[in-house]
């Protein structure tokens, strides 16, 4: 059976706003998402395991090439890959959290990415419309992640990349709530324009 992306029947022209230079929206579907629990040791196994450096400080992010590993809490780290590579990273981790006590849970099919980018001025005004943390660049520098909401919504935000100017923010949201994600982004983006790439 196909997969469907979480935003696939959303109409990209009921998101648009007129901008020179607008916020954009684009969803990453079904990137492998694998959400790790357990003590400090086991985690910094498992890190290790794939050839990470250390992400011990809550809010940190390593990466070793295109993967990327999320300190969300002191017994909380989410791995991200490419699309496919979600049951291979769970059979490799398993036994090796299972026999320090923690566990992994694959979250790829549960969850999906929602990407904004654009000047980094109207990205961090338009999250900050809808989500209490300090989203300042002082705070919430590239390289950095958190739990939190946006519009009530629970979603992990990752700093990705800052480049002239400009700022990339993914957002990892359950996909029951993507399109009420999407929406609110795209209202509290409108001032500096919109544009959302299905």
Do not use: N
């Not at 990453?28 to 990470?52: N, Q, T, V």
Request: glycine share 10%; hydrophobic share 50%; charged share 25%.
């Amino acid at each position: 059976m196909a997969r469907i992306a979480a935003l696939a029947r959303l109409d990209p022209a009921a998101l648009a706003a007129p901008g020179a230079d607008p916020v954009r929206l684009a969803e990453h579907s079904f990137r492998a998402r694998l959400l790790l629990r357990g003590r400090d040791e086991a985690l910094a196994a498992a890190l290790e395991a794939l050839g990470f450096g250390p992400a011990r400080e809550v809010g940190a992010v390593a990466r070793s090439g295109e993967r990327r590993a999320l300190r969300l809490g002191p017994d909380r780290l989410v791995l991200l890959d490419r699309p496919g590579e979600e049951t291979a990273l769970e059979a490799r981790l398993a036994p090796l959290l299972g026999e320090r006590g923690g566990a992994v849970v694959d979250l790829t099919e549960a969850m999906t990415t929602l990407a904004i980018d654009g000047p980094e001025p109207a990205v961090r005004a338009t999250l900050a419309e809808g989500c209490p943390l300090d989203l300042h660049a002082r705070a919430f520098p590239p390289g950095r992640c958190a739990a939190s909401l946006y519009g009530k919504v629970p979603v992990w935000l990752e700093a990705v990349e800052a480049r002239a100017g400009r700022l990339v923010v993914e957002l990892h949201v359950d996909r029951s709530y993507a399109t009420h994600l999407a929406r609110h982004l795209a209202l509290a983006g409108r001032e500096f324009g919109f544009h959302f790439q299905s």
